[in-house]
């Protein structure tokens, strides 16, 4: 999984994959870019599995794509900053 996380975010999501391992709660969202180009960005979102149904595996891991909403937000801001000039 991390080998599609750019490089520059995979300390963050490693750091988060590592709390859950630790059996800790309320891990934040880690918002990341993916190699590749164009590039994607990814809110990933890390909880730790319950000590009693631990197998092999520490932690859950999902993500949700936010290309798109972070195109948007670029895209509101630059019309703001449009409208203060005009």
Same mark, same amino acid.
């Given at each position: 999984m991390l080998s599609v996380v750019a490089e520059r975010d995979r300390a963050s999501? #490693? /750091? &988060?994959?590592?709390k859950a391992a630790e059996g800790q709660g309320?891990?934040?969202?880690? #918002? /990341? &870019?993916?190699?590749g180009t164009p590039e994607r960005w990814v809110n990933f979102f890390v909880s730790a599995v319950e000590d009693e149904?631990?197998?092999s595996e520490a932690a859950i891991v999902y993500a949700l794509d936010t290309?798109?909403?972070r195109e948007l937000e670029q895209?509101?801001?630059q019309s703001q900053k449009?409208?203060?000039v005009g």
């Open positions: 999501l #490693e /750091a &988060a994959i590592r309320d891990i934040a969202p880690v #918002e /990341a &870019a993916l190699t149904e631990r197998d290309t798109k909403q895209q509101f801001t449009m409208e203060t």
